[in-house]
Nanobody
Framework: QVQLVESGGGLVRPGGSLRLSCVASGKIGGLYAMGWYRQVVGRQREFIATSTNRDTTDYADSVKGRFTISGDFVNKTVYLQLNSLKLEDTAVYYC??????????????WGQGTQVAVSS
């Protein structure tokens, strides 16, 4: 079974930093991207950043210049460095892995989420 496990969340002061890690295990056919999303209760899950096996990255405007994603597709691991944290960064951060299902269709797997709380 595919499993994604995030770690590194916690409480941090505004302007502080945090580093999130996500390790995927199990068979992910055609793994081509790993990324991070975040969600606040009552709000839609929000795209944060992705890293692909083509060495491309993409960031949401809200975190561009502050967050850095890095992927290790050999080890099915992705990291998110969060710098210059703001109060509005507070959310549950979810790791995702994207690959291909048995029928060749797109398939996205999710971690359980890790809480990031930015508080003064």
């Amino acid at each position: 079974q595919v499993q994604l496990v995030e770690s590194g969340g916690g409480l941090v002061r505004p302007g502080g930093s945090l580093r999130l890690s996500c390790v995927a295990s199990g068979k992910i056919g055609g793994l081509y991207a790993m990324g991070w999303y975040r969600q606040v209760v009552g709000r839609q899950r929000e795209f944060i950043a992705t890293s692909t096996n083509r060495d491309t990255t993409d960031y949401a405007d809200s975190v561009k210049g502050r967050f850095t994603i890095s992927g290790d597709f050999v080890n099915k691991t992705v990291y998110l460095q969060l710098n210059s944290l703001k109060l509005e960064d507070t959310a549950v951060y979810y790791c995702s892995a994207e690959g291909l299902g048995p029928n060749g269709g797109h398939r996205q797997y999710w971690g359980q989420g890790t809480q990031v709380a930015v508080s003064s």
